[in-house]
């Protein structure tokens, strides 16, 4: 019945974009992976999923509106790996300076002395526990491109919280 845009189907779709542009040889032009990723993350921008605070929320309400619910550390760690490749291959800062607001408001945020967490803790189902892996290593690899001491130590910090 499409009353419901999904923020991580969305953020899949502009990553893995990026990542085929990324792949192809001379991929430039409307229709080619890099017009896509920049098509998907100018809707994700445009779409109000992200809030106040920087982070993205589940999705979009019947109304495209922001849906309000959970801000998923997933969420926030595939939009950032997204955003790191469109830096890489198009040197645009703007890019990387989105990945950084996202990644702070994530620390910031969704940590409680600082260690992330989900609003779902200790309940989160099967696929809970994935969550924050999936936002550290895009964390990591934004690290990697864009070094900051603040990363590298929460980095540490939630590795030894294991």
């Not at 953020?11 to 098509?39: M, P």
């Not at 690899?141 to 590298?152: A, G, H, I, K, T």
């Amino acid at each position: 019945d499409r009353q419901y845009k999904n923020a991580i189907t969305n953020e899949l779709f502009f990553t893995v974009a990026i990542r085929l542009h990324q792949r192809t040889v001379n991929d430039y032009g409307k229709g080619s992976y890099i017009d896509w990723a920049k098509r998907g993350w100018g809707w994700i921008k445009r779409s109000g999923m992200i809030n106040s605070k920087n982070l993205i929320n589940d999705g979009l309400d019947d109304r495209c509106r922001n849906n309000g619910q959970t801000t998923w550390t997933y969420n926030q760690g595939v939009v950032i790996g997204g955003l790191v490749d469109m830096y890489t291959s198009t040197k645009d800062s703007a890019y990387l300076k989105q990945a950084h607001a996202i990644a702070n408001a994530t620390i910031q945020h969704l940590a409680k002395d600082g260690i992330l967490r989900e609003a779902c803790e200790p309940n989160c189902g099967e696929d809970g526990p994935q969550f924050k892996g999936i936002f550290i290593r895009n964390l990591a690899y934004l690290q990697d491109v864009s070094p900051n001491s603040r990363y590298r130590d929460f980095i540490v910090r939630n590795a030894a919280s294991i």
